[in-house]
Every structure is written in C-alpha cells, then in structure tokens.
C-alpha cells in the first residue's frame, strides 16, 4: 500500500503545480458522467495515470474522466478508483479542489475498499489518508508531505454542508436541513466535495448532504470514485456515512460510474437523517 499512497503523493505534487498556471478552458469532450471535460481535468488525470504506471501492486486504474479500466500489472492487488480532480471549475473562481482515491481489492464495491485518500488543493496543499486511522499530511515548502495529526469526528458537529438544488429537495430533507438550522448549525458549502468534507472533518463534525431530489433522483455524487472514498474516510474517523438508510459501503454499483445519495457526518448528525428518512 506505501507505494501506491507514494504515488499519490507524486501525482498531488503535479497537479498542485499545474493547477497554478493551467489553462481552465474546456475540451470539446464530456466524461461519462456527461460533464464537459476541462482541459485541467485531462492534464490532471494524465498526471495520475503517468505516477500509477510503475506501481507493480495496481492491476488497473479506473478514472472517472474514463469510460473504461486502464489495465497495468496483471499481478497487481489492488483496483485504484479516482476523481483526478473534483470540483475542477471552481479553479476559474480560486476555490479550493481536490482529487480522490480509493483503492480496491477483490473487485470494486463499498465491502471491497481497503483504503482511501484526498488531497486539497488549497492556501495549503493537504493529504489525507485513511488506511489503519485518518492521518493529516501537508505539503512543506521542500517538496514533501508532513504529518500533522489524525483526524477524529466529535459525536456531534456544528458545520451543515447542504448538497443539491434546494427547489428540487424533497419536502422530508428540506424540514430536516431547516431544523439543523434552527439549531444554529453554520452553513459552509462551497460546491467542492473534497474541501467542503474536509472542512467538516478538521472542524470536528456536522453534516455533508447531497440528496436524491426530483432533478437527480440517484443523487449526483459518484459511488466509486466519490462516495465510497469519503464513507471511508468519515467511518474510520468515527463517523457515519449512509445512503439515507444503510451504510454507502454496503453498497456494490452495477455501473463503475453510478451515484448514489450519500450523507456523511457525525454520529448523530446521521441519526438525524435516518430519522428523517426512515419512512420516505
Ligand atoms: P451542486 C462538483 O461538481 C461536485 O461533483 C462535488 O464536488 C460537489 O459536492 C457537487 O458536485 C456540487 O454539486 O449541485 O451542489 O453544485
């Protein structure tokens, strides 16, 4: 597993620096998603494939900017799922983006996910990585990645990242997120998965919500290049991380880029929502 994190750190080095100066226009292209393709999503994800491609432990790599796996090493362990980078069009307005990670064995489902990272492309380039516990890693000034802390959820937060189109809510998610609200829960969404998750997990806790509403009925966020990551991530650090009912890593997609609705949190920021989304 050193090597493949090794890798990873590689890439977040390459792409940190392409993301300064890159050109943010789009491509004439759309992934498989139907998002158009920027130019910095293209440059990234090539990034990723080039630090992977002597990494003797992964039998392929499956990018979310791709229809397709990229086969390596035949005797390879390990399947790597990844967002290259996540969130990509808010570089035109310097925001804060990220690329995820999850690293696969036995084939790619919630069950089969034995580890996963994020990097934040942010005032500060962080790592983070969740393989035995959720350690903190940021980018020194000489080129390497320090550890700082592992990272925990509190039972409880305060921070409310709410995800989706507000008028395409259903009524029970709207009545749930309004009363988190009234609870003085702070709102902090940026339209960015990786910082706006980030943030909630440095901050101690709360609620990432990204709903299944009457414009995206499967939900937006994709399960394995997206979700099972951050399911991971918020589970080992003693969070949960549920569909509105079960866990998101019980899940298996029948498509590598299906989505799912997915909310991650705090312990009892999730009960809350199981509460909410126990009879709809
Ligand atoms: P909305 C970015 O495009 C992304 O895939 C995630 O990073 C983010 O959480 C979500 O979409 C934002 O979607 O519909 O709230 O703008």
Redesign the pocket.
């Known amino acids: 597993m050193t090597e493949i994190f090794d890798a990873i750190k590689h890439a977040a080095i390459g792409i940190s620096r392409a993301i300064v100066n890159a050109d943010t226009g789009a491509t004439s292209h759309t992934n498989a998603t139907g998002d158009t393709q920027l130019k910095l999503d293209v440059l990234s994800d090539h990034i990723i494939e080039e630090a992977f491609a002597s990494v003797t432990s992964v039998q392929a790599i499956i990018s979310e900017e791709k229809e397709v796996q990229t086969p390596l090493h035949v005797k390879g362990r390990y399947i790597v799922g990844y967002d290259p980078l996540?969130?990509s069009?808010l570089v035109d307005v310097n925001l804060s983006v990220g690329s995820i990670f999850g690293i696969y064995e036995g084939g790619i489902s919630g069950a089969n996910l034995k580890a996963a990272v994020y990097v934040v492309y942010g005032p500060r380039v962080e790592l983070v990585i969740a393989h035995e516990d959720v350690r903190l890693y940021r980018l020194t000034p000489e080129g390497a990645f320090a550890f700082v802390r592992t990272l925990t959820l509190n039972p409880k937060g305060k921070l409310n990242a709410p995800?989706?189109?507000q008028q395409h809510w259903p009524a029970h998610h709207k009545a749930m997120i309004g009363g988190l609200f009234a609870q003085g829960y702070r709102l902090r969404y940026s339209?960015?998965?990786?910082p706006?998750l980030h943030q909630i997990l440095l901050k101690g806790g709360g609620l990432f919500s990204?709903p299944a509403t009457s414009d995206v009925p499967k939900g937006?966020?994709r399960m394995v290049f997206e979700v099972f990551p951050f399911a991971f991530v918020y589970t080992l650090a003693g969070g949960e991380a549920i569909d509105g009912n079960v866990p998101l890593l019980s899940l298996t997609p029948s498509h590598a880029h299906d989505t799912t609705p997915c909310f991650f949190g705090s312990r009892e920021e999730i009960a809350t929502v199981r509460a909410t989304y126990a009879n709809h």
């Open positions: 996540d969130g069009s995800g989706g189109t339209g960015g998965m990786v706006d990204y937006k966020l």
